[in-house]
């Protein structure tokens, strides 16, 4: 993913208690009403629990992808050394069986560099597909996406940034979800590809060049999937969620993500993709309209840091995150009709609720020693705010806008 300023950084731009009110309530200070008693949070009602399933992916599965894909011999993946991972991916889509997806029955698809002087074209980097061919005449060249990039920051002022949860994390669900399809006994009646795309920490270049040079027409595409850091949670908080974002551009997802449940431990968060923006893979999808969905658990401490190692991801997270993924994989590629794009998005009140329990656990977790007067105040209102939303159970047009300023200062440490 792109870098960007913690959360914490975000704060200390704010230079003053007047525009932290006017940036959460669209007031400045004089035109403020006088509180004359603490604001008391509602009661929240809560949505009906999830379908529980146990994942057909294991932590024992996943970890190995991460353990060699993040180990100090691949020196962050960039470079000659996003050529070993390519091949590395590369060898278990062959070993599993699944067909190369490119042209000229090739695993790999070049990304042009820029030509020498002498007119040479050079090879920037390698995107690595296969795919397994749909049973169902009528449905076999609808095609299904499931994708992770694989290339990393590389070595840096002589320091390896190994990427064990940027995203070598998003691979080891790429290939156990190759994996497990591959194995099914009954193939998916729809085409299902598998990518890792490089360049990804180049302004998203692969998945950019993929979608300029796709191996079918982009219209054949029913559903894209990304995941990019998987492994942790958000400010390491004691938060077992998966952010899912991009349902609400295409509705028949949200009817997924409830039909599929969630495997147990895990629950679901669904955002809106304009809370963050384009962080990864997806936006190339996006701005095609392609119906699509992305996974991530949140930036955490160690984002774009030489800390980001093997030994500090979450497995058991990551291999239920997998099985989620092939769940829903497995949903669509078998339905009889598949999510359509629209550019008509409804009010997500999961998106409060999400944000309700950051705030909340931000202030359990870190208490009023570890917060400032300013985030205390920032998270406080937060959480009684989307409390009042969700007790209401509807959320007008400007509360919708304060939501997106304060995700942007709270989620942008997310993702």
Same mark, same amino acid.
């Given at each position: 993913?792109? $870098? ?16 932290? @009110?006017?940036? $959460? ?28 399933? +146990? ?23 960039? %470079? ?19 067909? =190369? ?10 990304? /042009? %560099?820029?030509? !020498? ?10 995107? @690595? ?25 590389? @070595?840096?002022? %002589? ?16 290939? +156990? ?26 302004? &998203? ?33 004691? $938060? ?12 028949? &997802? #949200?009817?997924?993500? !409830? ?12 955002? %809106? ?17 392609? =119906? ?27 291999? #239920? ?17 598949? /999510? +359509? ?49 969700? +007790?209401?159970?509807?959320?007008? /047009? ?12 709270? &989620?942008?440490?997310?993702?």
């Amino acid at each position: 993913m792109s $870098l960007v300023p913690s959360w914490r950084r975000h704060f200390a731009i704010l230079v003053g208690l007047p525009l932290v @009110v006017t940036l $959460l309530t669209g007031r400045t200070l004089a035109e403020m009403p006088q509180a004359t008693s603490a604001v008391q949070t509602p009661a929240i009602e809560q949505p009906a629990p999830p379908v529980q399933f +146990e994942s057909a992916v294991l932590a024992s599965d996943v970890r190995p992808h991460v353990e060699y894909l993040a180990s100090p011999e691949l020196k962050g993946r960039s %470079g000659p050394n996003a050529r070993i991972a390519a091949e590395y991916i590369q060898q278990r889509f062959e070993r599993w069986g699944l067909k =190369p997806l490119f042209p000229g029955d090739n695993y790999f698809q070049e990304i /042009p %560099g820029a030509r !020498s002087e002498e007119g040479a074209k050079s090879i920037a980097g390698r995107n @690595v597909g296969a795919w397994i061919e749909g049973s169902d005449p009528a449905l076999r060249d609808e095609v299904l996406i499931i994708s992770a990039h694989y290339d990393h920051l590389g @070595v840096r002022g %002589g320091r390896i940034y190994r990427g064990a949860d940027d995203n070598a994390s998003g691979v080891a669900m790429l290939l +156990e979800v190759a994996r497990c399809t591959a194995a099914a006994a009954v193939k998916p009646r729809r085409s299902i590809a598998f990518i890792g795309f490089d360049l990804e920490e180049r302004m &998203l270049w692969g998945s950019r060049w993929f979608v300029a040079h796709p191996p079918w027409p982009l219209a054949q595409i029913k559903l894209f999937i990304t995941a990019d850091m998987i492994g942790r949670s958000l400010g390491d908080l004691p $938060l077992p969620v998966v952010f899912v974002l991009g349902s609400e551009h295409a509705p028949r &997802l #949200k009817d997924v993500l !409830s039909r599929v449940g969630t495997p147990h431990g895990l629950e679901v968060a669904r955002l %809106g993709i304009d809370l963050i923006g384009t962080r990864s893979d997806y936006g190339p999808f996006r701005d095609a309209s392609i =119906p699509f969905l992305f996974f991530s658990t949140g930036q955490h401490p160690d984002y774009h840091t030489p800390q980001d190692i093997p030994e500090r991801i979450d497995y058991a997270r990551v291999a #239920k995150i997998s099985g989620l993924v092939h769940a829903i994989c497995d949903d669509v590629a078998n339905a009889d009709e598949t /999510p +359509e794009w629209t550019d008509d998005v409804a009010t997500n009140l999961d998106e409060a609720r999400a944000l309700n329990r950051i705030a909340t656990l931000m202030l359990q977790s870190r208490g009023s020693e570890g917060l400032s007067d300013v985030q205390q105040l920032l998270l406080s209102h937060t959480k009684n705010r989307t409390a009042q939303i969700i +007790e209401r159970g509807s959320m007008s /047009p400007l509360e919708r806008t304060w939501l997106v300023r304060v995700s942007q200062l709270m &989620l942008l440490s997310v993702f």
